[in-house]
T-cell receptor
């Protein structure tokens, strides 16, 4: 069975700092990889998704993630965070093709101090 | 242009009672999913519906859990004889099709508290 590890439970940054959240998955086959975000009081929404092609994926609000197949990683990055990025971030994987089930990591809470 | 809606937003029940949670997917989406978000367990897949195909129930934690989807649209998740460990946020999502590359759009969730 596939699994997803997010190594940072809680990250605290100041505004303008750079962000990198780690995500590793265990599955040897083709995968689709996603990052979801949950802002305080709001529902889960998709930040970005990789399913094929360029391993560097750009998403909304200046976020990007790089799929490194050899490392089974899909880390999320942002060069300069804002207070409004305070949220919980979830990495998710589903097997490629028709497999729809998302397996989520346990989430990373990001707090950005003004 | 409404998103996925869920009702109720909060439900408090007593141990042993049955509860029903409702999900209205985005119009035109053929695939519908239920997930559970609980402390310590994160987000877990429960069940998946795609069109008229038999649902994938592989994530349901026990036979007290069941779900149905009527007319290819609204879905109801039923938990019978609720237990305290059932306390969680139940999330519904829908996507255009069941293809793994489709974006899943999530609803706001139903927070279930079992006393």
């Amino acid at each position: 069975a596939q699994s997803v590890s997010q190594h940072n439970h809680h990250v605290i940054l100041s505004e303008a700092a750079s962000l990198e959240l780690g995500c590793n998955y265990s599955y040897g086959g083709t995968v689709n990889l996603s990052w979801y975000v949950q802002y305080p009081g709001q529902h889960l929404q998709l930040l970005l998704k990789y399913f094929s092609g360029d391993p560097l994926v750009k998403g909304i609000k200046g976020f990007e993630a790089e799929f490194i197949k050899s490392k089974f990683s899909f880390n999320l990055r942002k060069p300069s965070v804002q207070w409004s990025d305070t949220a919980e971030y979830f990495c998710a994987v589903n097997e490629g093709g028709s497999n729809y089930k998302l397996t989520f990591g346990k989430g990373t809470l990001l707090t950005v101090n003004p | 242009g409404a998103g996925v809606s869920q009702s109720p937003s909060n439900k408090v029940t007593e141990k042993g009672k049955d509860v029903e949670l409702r999900c209205d997917p985005i119009s035109g989406h053929t695939a519908l999913y239920w997930y559970r978000q609980s402390l310590g367990q994160g987000l877990e897949f429960l069940i998946y519906f795609q069109g008229n195909s038999a649902p994938d129930k592989s994530g349901l934690p026990s036979d007290r859990f069941s779900a149905e989807r009527t007319g290819g649209s609204v879905s109801t998740l039923t938990i019978q004889r609720t237990q305290q460990e059932d306390s969680a946020v139940y999330l519904c999502a829908s996507s255009l099709s069941g293809w793994g590359g489709d974006e899943q759009f999530f609803g706001p969730g139903t927070r279930l508290t079992v006393l």
